[in-house]
């Protein structure tokens, strides 16, 4: 297959969001997702928590990995997002990013081994999804990898911070 014919390009919210949702329903393992806050994700949403749960309760060594430079939005501005991490803390898990170090400007998701979400600067929308580059998704889960190894702490789902 083309490679380039799977390779869509987004420039809207509703764009970025439909690609990012088309992670979470395709992916059958993993989904990785590195960005400022989440505020453009949409993850509060009921449509996108229903699709987060599903993929929650679907088992099979699932993983989601979300990795962001601030965790306040999520923590204060998102309870779906929260109640799944209360209710999955096996299957998902939030850190911060470390506060030293470098880190790269752009945001990304990867769902699984072959798809990619790559956004030009994480402050932007614009940004390119690839339902099947496998070589971009090995790059992008060994950074990945070394930024998760070093964030600064996780996020709780409850308010002692004892979860």
């Known amino acids: 297959m083309n490679p380039i014919m799977n390779r869509t390009n987004f420039e809207t919210l509703i764009e970025y969001q439909a ?67 209360r209710d999955f803390s096996h299957v998902l898990e939030i850190r911060r990013t470390a506060t030293e170090g470098e880190q790269p400007d752009y945001g990304f998701a990867v769902g699984d081994r072959n798809m990619v979400l790559k956004r030009v600067d994480k402050g932007a929308l614009q940004g390119q999804f690839d339902a099947d580059d496998a070589a971009s998704a090995a790059v992008l889960h060994q950074q990945f990898d070394y930024l998760w190894q070093r964030a600064d702490g996780s996020v709780s789902a409850t308010t002692l911070g004892l979860g």
């Open 19 to 85: 690609a990012l949702n088309q992670i979470i329903v395709a992916a059958q393992h993993s989904i990785r997702i590195h960005d400022r806050d989440l505020k453009a994700s949409g993850f509060n949403s009921p449509v996108v928590y229903e699709k987060l749960h599903r993929f929650c309760l679907a088992g099979g060594q699932r993983r989601i990995e979300i990795l962001l430079d601030d965790t306040a939005y999520v923590q204060n501005r998102c309870p779906r997002l929260m109640t799944l991490l």
